[in-house]
């Protein structure tokens, strides 16, 4: 069955605190792996499209790399304006499906 | 910087009234979709359009939802009757095969059915 698990439900920091959330899939035929951020009553915003693994993408203090298996994005030294629920889908045979998102929050 | 857009923002009925909600999506991207999101889940597929073409239909509960894209441009969702289990909020998203099916989302539309 096509899946896509995101690890953890949610993560608590200190600022400054890196770490890593985890986007597991058991697709086959993986065309893209992205990652979303969405704050609260708000639609996902786009932050990285990975297509192949081995591929890493960068933008401020986030890095997204992805794996044959799954994919991680590491935050580091985040600050609370990271604090947010951050998506992963997978796109694979014209289907997209989502991840329940790890909701992270930063403390000051 | 382009942007899909959506209303209305929020929408508050009461059950077994009617509600649409209207997208329209970044300018030249062919595919639309309409998504659920019930709180604490990830976004859940209602319907996809490749321009005025449904391409896939198969979890949007037909007895109650409709969904059209009449010229191709932008769309509108319908709920009639709207039940108490429709509360949740409405995204809608854009992609363009340029840009490699990278789907942008607009605000959505935050539906609470009293």
């Known amino acids: 069955e096509d899946q896509v698990t995101q690890s953890p439900e949610a993560l608590r920091l200190q600022e400054g605190e890196s770490s890593s959330l985890n986007c597991s899939y058991t697709?086959?035929?993986?065309?893209?792996l992205f990652w979303y951020r969405q704050d609260p009553g708000k639609g996902p915003e786009f932050l990285f499209t990975?297509?192949?693994a081995g591929e890493e993408k960068e933008k401020e203090r986030l890095k997204a790399t992805l794996t044959k298996k799954e994919s991680f994005l590491h935050i580091t030294a985040p600050k609370p304006e990271d604090s947010a629920t951050y998506l992963c889908?997978?796109?694979?045979?014209?289907?997209?499906?989502f991840g329940t998102g790890t909701s992270l929050t930063v403390i000051p | 910087e382009a942007e899909v857009a959506q209303s209305p923002r929020y929408k508050i009925t009461e059950k077994s009234q009617a509600v649409a909600f209207w997208c329209d999506p970044i300018?030249?991207?062919?595919?639309l979709y309409w998504y659920r999101q019930i709180l604490g889940q990830g976004p859940e597929l209602l319907v996809q359009?490749?321009?005025?073409?449904?391409?896939?239909d198969s979890q949007l509960p037909k007895d109650r939802f409709s969904a059209e894209r009449l010229k191709g441009v932008d769309s509108t969702l319908k709920i009639q009757p709207a039940e108490l289990g429709d509360s949740a909020m409405y995204l809608c998203?854009?992609?363009?095969?340029?840009?490699?099916?990278?789907?942008?989302f607009g605000p959505g539309t935050r539906l609470t059915v009293l």
């Open positions: 359009f490749q321009d005025e073409s449904v391409v896939d």
């Open positions: 998203a854009s992609s363009s095969w340029t840009v490699a099916d990278t789907q942008y």
């Open positions: 990975l297509y192949s």
């Open positions: 889908a997978v796109q694979a045979r014209g289907q997209f499906y």
């Open positions: 697709v086959s035929g993986l065309r893209g």
């Open positions: 300018s030249g991207h062919a595919t």
